[in-house]
Structures are given as C-alpha cells and as structure tokens.
C-alpha cells in the first residue's frame, strides 16, 4: 500500500525503549498524561521538567526527533479551541481592543491558562507519539488486554487500524476513477463547484456502501472460524528486571515533578 508509511508510525529500532515490555510503556505513558494534563497553570518549572525527560527519552530510544515533534504538533491546532480563556479568565488586563460593538480584554492569567492547556497538550500528544514509534500495534493490542481495557473496545481499535488501509485505497481507487472518467475535450477535468459536490457526494456514499458490505462479510468469515473478540498471542508474559527499574525511576520522576507543582515555595 502507497501509504502504509504515512499512517504507521512505528520507527524499527533495538533500544531500550524499544524493548522494555508494552505493558510497561502503555502504563508509564498514561500515567505521564494524567500528570502532564493534571497540572495547575503556569507551573513552567514543572513542564520543563516534564519536557527535559520526554526529550531523554527519545535520545535513549535513537528514534528521529524531527520525526517525532513534527507529528506531535498536530495536537497544537486543536488546543487552540482554548483561545477564548485569554478574553474570559479573571485577571490583569493587559490590553484592551474593540470587536463591533464589543469591548474584549485580554487579562494575564489568560495568557497563562491558554499558554499552560496548549503546553499540556503537546506533551501528552509528544508522549502518546513516542509510544507509538517505539511500539509496534499487535504489541499495543497486547498491552491494552493485559491492563483490562474492555474486549469492545480492543477489537474496535484493532480493526479500525486494520482496515484504515484498506479504505484508504478503496478511496483513492475511486479517485483515479473519478479522474480518468471526468475529462472533457478541452481538457479541464475540474468541472463546476456543483458538479464537484455531486461528484463527491457520490464518491463518500459509495465508499460507505463498499466499507459497509466489506463488514458484513468479514463478520461472517470471523464467525464462521470461531472468532469469541479475543485476540490471542504467542508471547510469553513476563516483566524483566529492566522493567521494573525503568518503571521505579520514571514513577518517581513524575513524582519529583509533581512535588514541585503543589508543594509550596518556601520563602
């Protein structure tokens, strides 16, 4: 498939990231969330800290970190939905401008709000982007069973990153047939704006239809072979002792940089 490498993030590697256990890594990296997201506003000591160890863990797992901070950055344009704190948060004015009719302020400890949910964000997506570089997806699968994530929901998943391909050139072979069928003597093939909606009507209504028959056959062909919605594997269970090391001095890392955004500063 053209584009298994745009979808699949997985980076090959033998490091130690790459080899601890997926149990090991989809734990830590919740848990890094939870505290990246968790913490209160302006705590910049805090997520430099929480930065500085994303960042050593990338060296460790030798992945290429332009790679990395380029996907992470499709999280910024979503946490942008978080502008409006900078004009409805209590605090400082720092300037004030006219919209129409309206008088808008910007106050500082919007600034900070704004600025502290955009840097959370990005953390947790930088986070969740390194997982996925250094895990493969079966491995991924494996490790959302063993933490009791519910059956469903692992198939779900499981079969949705399975057939994004599949769907991917279910669309783009309607495309190329849109294309060699759209040509007129003159030679433009872009058509009215109308023309392209319907058009483009057809292509998604016939892609639904496609996706929709492909499922229900191969609901059938799963049931056929017994299929029960678990997903089975032949690697032996087992934590290492690197593991468990790697887990004790990320855990109380996070602690450390906890610490730091609740205690308060003596003076």
Known sequence: MTHIHVL?????????VHRLDPRVKLILTLAFIVVATAMPHGVWLSFLLLLLGVGFIIAASRTDPLIILKR???ALPFALVAVTLV???????????????????????????????????WLAVLMATLLSATTTFPELLSAMRAIRIPRVI???????????????????RLQRAKEARSANPHGDRRGSLLWRAKVLGGMIGSLFLRSYERSERIYAAMLSRGFDGRMRTM????LQSTDVIVSTALVGYLLVVVALAVVPTWD
């Open 72 to 74: 992470s950055m499709l």
């Open 235 to 238: 690697k032996a269970e087992g």
């Open 154 to 172: 692992v198939s779900i998943v499981s079969f949705m990153y399975r057939y994004i391909f599949v769907i991917a050139e279910e669309a783009l």
């Open 8 to 16: 699949d993030q997985y980076q090959e590697g033998s490091s130690l």
């Open 87 to 121: 004009f409805t948060t209590n605090g400082a004015t720092l300037f004030t401008f006219k919209l129409a009719s309206l008088s808008v302020s910007i106050t500082d400890q919007g600034i900070i709000a704004f600025a502290s949910i955009l840097t959370k964000a």
